[in-house]
């Protein structure tokens, strides 16, 4: 098993610019998750799912968009790009309690 | 609102020695905590875990401590090696959707 997958691993963005990280996972896990993580700091919640079709908001979604069409892929979309989404970025899946992590997205935006 | 922090943003200890590394959590409703360990570029892995309902749970060199009256968690480390050096998390999850809440984390160096 690879486990949970990220592409790509650094990026660089200009303000306004779109861009969609991927998330790929091969446990067969229903939910999955996206975090940032800033300098110093904790993971923050952004979006996550319980299964394929179904994803909710969490902590900080502004800015972000997600998609679950399969069990396997979960992309988070960042449509116009601000300097504050300046972020490593990590997808996570699990069945119930353990989340597994992806090894992240480093995105820097200018 | 409610989220789970730890009390020391750096820890240095000396190689072989045992490490102490603290977290307060605030959410009482929480049934389930989990330690994870960052190391630099890396996405966090799972140390260990512990329902609500435990007060004690042992791993290999590691154990975690929790105390419900006080709403504080521990992870004790035996024998610290250089490869424990990285970042420790804290979090917390609910039974009702499964999201965890992660604190600022812990750096812990050990010393050679």
């Given at each position: ?77 960042l449509e116009l790009a601000a300097p504050s989404q ?25 | ?5 730890l009390h020391l943003p750096t820890l240095s200890v ?55 009256t006080v709403k504080h968690l521990s992870l004790q ?36």
């Amino acid at each position: 098993n690879a486990g949970v997958t990220q592409t790509p691993k650094f990026r660089i963005l200009k303000i306004g610019q779109s861009m969609t990280l991927q998330c790929t996972q091969d446990m067969n896990h229903n939910y999955m998750y996206w975090y940032r993580q800033d300098p110093g700091m904790g993971l923050k919640l952004i979006y996550y799912s319980v299964g394929a079709g179904i994803t909710d908001k969490g902590e900080v979604p502004n800015g972000y968009n997600v998609s679950r069409s399969t069990t396997e892929d979960f992309p988070l979309r960042l449509e116009l790009a601000a300097p504050s989404q300046t972020s490593v970025y990590f997808c996570a899946s699990s069945i119930l309690y353990e989340q597994y992590f992806g090894p992240g997205t480093r995105l820097t935006v200018t | 609102g409610e989220s789970v922090g730890l009390h020391l943003p750096t820890l240095s200890v000396q190689e072989g020695d045992n490490s102490i590394i603290n977290c307060a959590y605030s959410n009482s409703a929480s049934d389930y905590f989990i330690w994870y360990k960052q190391e630099s570029g890396k996405g966090p892995q799972f140390i260990i875990d512990i329902r609500s309902n435990m007060d004690k749970r042992q791993g290999q060199r590691v154990t975690v401590l929790l105390n419900k009256t006080v709403k504080h968690l521990s992870l004790q480390i035996a024998a610290t090696q250089p490869g424990d050096s990285a970042v420790y998390f804290c979090a917390e999850i609910s039974s009702n959707d499964y999201k965890l809440s992660f604190g600022a984390g812990t750096t812990v160096t050990v010393r050679a």
